[in-house]
């Protein structure tokens, strides 16, 4: 019994309370006498209490001997988890139960039960609660076979208001300007409509919709030229810019990087400049939609070799008179 039990034993005559190290000292020196020798002994605890003291005191040894390295049932591996998360949301009608039976089909052994624990423990809904579709995973899915389409404007210092037609591939992202004026008849889209067709068939583009917005520059006849080329206009929502929000964001590259900090001064120069950046774009301006790859160029490729890290030798190509700045390595 500690020091401080005793000293509320004889102040305050209240039960003293036993620590654990005083319950296991009791039961290992008194464990071996025989019940009827503890109940001579003047204890503060009855012989009964002590000999439970030694029963836990055996069961908890009895317990961490039998099972000495185990921590409860081993945890699914990693692997396996994010494949399982993987296939869930790359499938969003898929349950708990068709998920177990791809992966019996993949060889990997795991009970169902244990599918339905890891998409619970990453937050995922059951399928009929995640099989709605967004337009953005629409746009997705359909992207091989989307184009996009819009006007743009801009001012010279003279006053003069010119027109931009651009479009680019939603796959790809690779942009086309199909030129510039500062009156967009019938006619001058027509004749645009038309060289964007024939591009489209060089360059074997399975495009079938094109998604532009409702201006009053598109004639009947820019529809119809498509349609003749098996390409659908789909019109988006009136003020809606997100229905066409990739080309919204080409718009928006384009202006903050070529043309304000160019001054245009007329259309000839607008043209000039918009090929060059169209170039730019195309061939090596990284997009993080291709996993930081340009349309026409290839994929970056990592560097792994630490003597070549070192001795990186990287030079610069100016575009659109030192606007625009390209860097490779050198040959």
Same mark, same amino acid.
């Given at each position: 019994?500690?020091?401080?039990?005793?000293?509320?034993?004889?102040?305050?005559?209240?039960?003293?309370?036993?620590?654990?190290?005083?319950?296991?000292?009791?039961?290992?020196?008194?464990?071996?006498?025989?019940?009827?020798?503890?109940?001579?002994?003047?204890?503060?605890?009855?012989?009964?209490?002590?000999?439970?003291?030694?029963?836990?005191?055996?069961?908890?040894?009895?317990?961490?001997?039998?099972?000495?390295?185990?921590?409860?049932?081993?945890?699914?591996?990693?692997?396996?988890?994010?494949?399982?998360?993987?296939?869930?949301?790359?499938?969003?009608?898929?349950?708990?139960?068709?998920?177990?039976?791809?992966?019996?089909?993949?060889?990997?052994?795991?009970?169902?039960?244990?599918?339905?624990?890891?998409?619970?423990?990453?937050?995922?809904?059951?399928?009929?609660?995640?099989?709605?579709?967004?337009?953005?995973?629409?746009?997705?899915?359909?992207?091989?076979?989307?184009?996009?389409?819009?006007?743009?404007?801009?001012?010279?210092?003279?006053?003069?208001?010119?027109?931009?037609?651009?479009?680019?591939?939603?796959?790809?992202?690779?942009?086309?300007?199909?030129?510039?004026?500062?009156?967009?008849?019938?006619?001058?889209?027509?004749?645009?409509?038309?060289?964007?067709?024939?591009?489209?068939?060089?360059?074997?583009?399975?495009?079938?919709?094109?998604?532009?917005?409702?201006?009053?520059?598109?004639?009947?006849?820019?529809?119809?030229?498509?349609?003749?080329?098996?390409?659908?206009?789909?019109?988006?929502?009136?003020?809606? &810019?997100?229905?066409?929000?990739?080309?919204?964001?080409?718009?928006?590259? =384009? +202006? *903050?990087?070529? $043309?304000?900090? @160019? !001054?245009?001064?007329?259309?000839?120069?607008?043209?000039?400049?918009?090929?060059?950046?169209?170039?730019?774009?195309?061939?090596?301006?990284?997009?993080?939609?291709?996993?930081?790859?340009?349309?026409?160029?290839?994929?970056?490729? &990592?560097?792994?070799?630490?003597?070549?890290?070192?001795?990186?030798?990287? =030079? +610069? *190509?100016?575009? $659109?008179?030192? @606007? !625009?700045?390209?860097?490779?390595?050198?040959?």
């Amino acid at each position: 019994m500690t020091t401080q039990n005793r000293e509320t034993r004889e102040v305050c005559g209240a039960r003293p309370r036993f620590a654990p190290e005083d319950r296991t000292f009791l039961a290992a020196l008194l464990h071996r006498l025989p019940k009827q020798r503890l109940r001579r002994l003047r204890l503060l605890v009855t012989p009964d209490t002590v000999l439970r003291w030694h029963r836990d005191l055996l069961r908890r040894r009895h317990a961490v001997r039998s099972r000495p390295n185990r921590t409860g049932r081993p945890r699914t591996l990693r692997p396996i988890r994010l494949l399982v998360i993987r296939l869930a949301k790359e499938n969003p009608t898929w349950g708990y139960r068709r998920i177990h039976g791809e992966l019996t089909v993949l060889g990997v052994k795991v009970a169902a039960s244990t599918v339905w624990e890891i998409l619970r423990a990453a937050g995922i809904d059951p399928a009929p609660q995640r099989t709605d579709t967004t337009w953005a995973a629409f746009l997705r899915s359909q992207a091989d076979a989307l184009l996009a389409c819009d006007f743009f404007e801009t001012i010279t210092p003279t006053g003069a208001r010119l027109y931009v037609l651009t479009v680019i591939e939603q796959a790809s992202r690779r942009s086309r300007v199909l030129g510039a004026t500062t009156h967009p008849t019938a006619a001058w889209v027509a004749q645009a409509t038309r060289n964007l067709v024939m591009d489209l068939e060089d360059a074997r583009c399975r495009a079938r919709f094109l998604i532009r917005d409702r201006d009053g520059k598109y004639p009947q006849v820019f529809d119809a030229t498509l349609a003749d080329a098996g390409i659908q206009t789909v019109l988006t929502g009136v003020m809606m &810019p997100r229905m066409n929000a990739v080309m919204e964001r080409w718009a928006a590259t =384009r +202006r *903050r990087e070529p $043309l304000d900090r @160019t !001054l245009i001064w007329n259309q000839r120069h607008l043209i000039n400049a918009l090929r060059e950046f169209e170039t730019h774009d195309n061939t090596h301006r990284p997009h993080r939609a291709l996993g930081q790859g340009s349309p026409l160029g290839s994929r970056p490729t &990592p560097i792994n070799e630490p003597d070549r890290i070192v001795q990186l030798d990287v =030079r +610069r *190509r100016d575009r $659109l008179h030192g @606007t !625009l700045h390209e860097y490779r390595h050198a040959a």
